[in-house]
T-cell receptor
Framework: GNSVTQMEGPVTLSEEAFLTINCTYT??????LFWYVQYPGEGLQLLLK?????DKGSNKGFEATYRKETTSFHLEKGSVQVSDSAVYFC???????????FGQGTRLTINP | DSGVTQTPKHLITATGQRVTLRCSPR?????VYWYQQSLDQGLQFLIQ???????AKGNILERFSAQQFPDLHSELNLSSLELGDSALYFC??????????????FGPGTRLTVT
């Protein structure tokens, strides 16, 4: 079936550290890929997306590249801030479908 | 603020009871989605409505049902509640112009606790 696997959390980093959160997927066809962020007590917000192979999504210093050959969409940020502390979800959406299939989420804590 | 509103924010009820969760989509959005976030199952799609009609169904239990009204707000009804139904229930909405590329905007969620 269609699924998303994220690296296990929680992840704890110091401010200004480099961040990578791994995400791999299994899907039929060519899905669109997404990263969502959930801040404490809030709903999910779309962070970035990519709709085809080799596309790079970017927003707020975060980046992720759609790698079809490795079925991956790893999230990266060069220098994290305390305000980046949140839960991050990788998700896919199949072509022609609307529902999102989410990974299990990765809790990120940034210490000053 | 995503523009999607959900009520109530918190709900505490007993096993066997029935509750209704309400969602108002962003202005202009025709599609409403319901998702359940629980510790053991993660974030799972339950059901989608588009302009009043059911469009897609996910892992929704038979004890759960939903509907979308003419004013496009939606309600998720959960009945014969069990302890395992305790979760955060999110509603999302999108314009849904076709092609599967429009963004889903999520509400803040309703936290249901079944005791």
């Amino acid at each position: 079936g269609n699924s998303v696997t994220q690296m296990e959390g929680p992840v704890t980093l110091s401010e200004e550290a480099f961040l990578t959160i791994n995400c791999t997927y299994t899907a039929t066809g060519y899905p669109s890929l997404f990263w969502y962020v959930q801040y404490p007590g809030e709903g999910l917000q779309l962070l970035l997306k990519a709709t085809k192979a080799d596309d790079k999504g970017s927003n707020k210093g975060f980046e992720a590249t759609y790698r079809k050959e490795t079925t991956s969409f790893h999230l990266e940020k060069g220098s994290v801030q305390v305000s980046d502390s949140a839960v991050y979800f990788c998700a896919l959406r199949l072509q022609g479908a609307q529902k999102l299939v989410f990974g299990q989420g990765t809790r990120l804590t940034i210490n000053p | 603020d995503s523009g999607v509103t959900q009520t109530p924010k918190h709900l505490i009820t007993a096993t066997g009871q029935r509750v209704t969760l309400r969602c108002s989509p962003r202005s202009g959005d025709l599609s409403v989605y319901w998702y359940q976030q629980s510790l053991d199952q993660g974030l799972q799609f339950l059901i989608q409505y588009y302009n009043g009609e059911e469009r897609a169904k996910g892992n929704i239990l038979e004890r759960f049902s939903a509907q979308q009204f003419p004013d496009l707000h939606s309600e998720l009804n959960l009945s014969s509640l069990e302890l395992g139904d305790s979760a955060l229930y999110f509603c999302a909405s999108s314009v849904d112009v076709g092609g599967g590329v429009d963004e889903q905007y999520f509400g803040p969620g309703t936290r249901l606790t079944v005791t």
